[in-house]
């Protein structure tokens, strides 16, 4: 069996990336329920707003558990967790963007995905 050498550096970049996919989502997800940072609910797409069966803050609620979810999924299985943290971001993105509401904002969230997509693909995972 052959084994790769880890690169200098590489492994307390992989660990710096984790923390912050493994702190950010928690820390968004539980602001779902106390607004402290923002109001989320003005990042919701109005034609999904108008689709929800539900209040804005109930999906915003959802969103919350999602991203702790998430937050712990990338702490214990980083290669999996990785993965959902870039879809997720990508799918915010992608939502933010149709409407072309919080351009700057999607950005910001693609470039995060990208990220926590390079992180999962790290040889330490």
Same mark, same amino acid.
């Given at each position: 069996?052959?084994?790769?050498? *880890? /690169?200098?550096?590489?492994?307390?970049?992989?660990?710096?990336? /984790?923390?912050? &996919?493994? #702190?950010? @989502?928690?820390?968004?997800?539980?602001? /779902?329920?106390?607004?402290?940072l923002?109001? %989320?609910?003005? =990042?919701?797409?109005?034609?999904?707003?108008?689709?929800? @069966?539900?209040? $804005?803050?109930? &999906?915003? +609620?959802?969103?919350?558990?999602?991203? #702790?979810?998430?937050?712990?999924? *990338? &702490?214990?299985? @980083? /290669?999996?967790?990785?993965? *959902?943290?870039?879809? %997720?971001?990508?799918? #915010?993105?992608?939502?933010? !963007?149709?409407? %072309?509401? =919080? $351009?700057?904002? $999607?950005?910001?969230? !693609?470039? +995060?995905?990208?990220?926590?997509?390079? +992180? $999962?693909? +790290? @040889?330490?995972t």
């Amino acid at each position: 069996m052959e084994t790769t050498a *880890v /690169k200098p550096g590489l492994e307390s970049t992989f660990n710096l990336l /984790k923390l912050t &996919f493994t #702190i950010v @989502p928690i820390v968004a997800g539980l602001d /779902k329920f106390f607004n402290i940072l923002c109001d %989320w609910t003005q =990042y919701i797409n109005p034609v999904i707003l108008d689709l929800l @069966p539900f209040s $804005a803050d109930t &999906f915003m +609620m959802i969103v919350g558990v999602i991203e #702790i979810a998430a937050g712990i999924l *990338v &702490f214990f299985k @980083p /290669k999996i967790g990785g993965l *959902v943290v870039s879809a %997720w971001l990508t799918l #915010i993105a992608l939502s933010l !963007l149709v409407g %072309w509401h =919080y $351009a700057d904002v $999607a950005v910001r969230d !693609l470039v +995060m995905a990208l990220s926590a997509f390079l +992180m $999962a693909r +790290m @040889p330490l995972t």
